[in-house]
């Protein structure tokens, strides 16, 4: 009754409250998850990625490519290489913002 009342006062209170649920509700259910045995279909699942990062780390990069994966790999890297300059395009760039100089002007 006392939760009924003060669930009235106010809308705003009201969402965060069943915000504030729904976040635990669903992490309770993570929990609940993780502490009792996966269906076969997801164990499967989860093994196969397992196994396939494990053999990613071995080979440095993606797992039962062959001569024409590194092909069209090579190409796609010349071709994106001629649009847009020079550099190493399989790393993510790096950025330098400076910071912006401010001249105070007299009044």
């Known amino acids: ?3 009924q009342q003060i669930l009235r006062l106010s809308s705003l209170f009201h969402s965060a409250v069943a915000i504030h649920v729904r976040r635990n509700i669903g992490l309770s259910a993570i929990v609940f998850n993780k502490t009792k045995e996966l269906d076969p279909v997801q164990k499967l699942f ?3 990625i397992r196994e396939y990062n494990t053999k990613s780390k071995q ?3 993606p797992v039962d490519a062959g001569p024409d994966f590194q092909k069209d790999m090579n190409e796609s890297l010349a071709r994106l290489q001629r649009a847009y300059g020079e550099g ?3 790393k993510f760039p790096e950025f330098k913002f400076e910071e912006p100089k401010f001249e105070e002007t007299p009044k």
């Open 1 to 3: 009754m006392i939760l």
């Open 46 to 48: 989860l093994d196969k």
């Open 59 to 61: 080979a440095g990069g």
């Open 88 to 90: 190493d395009l399989t």
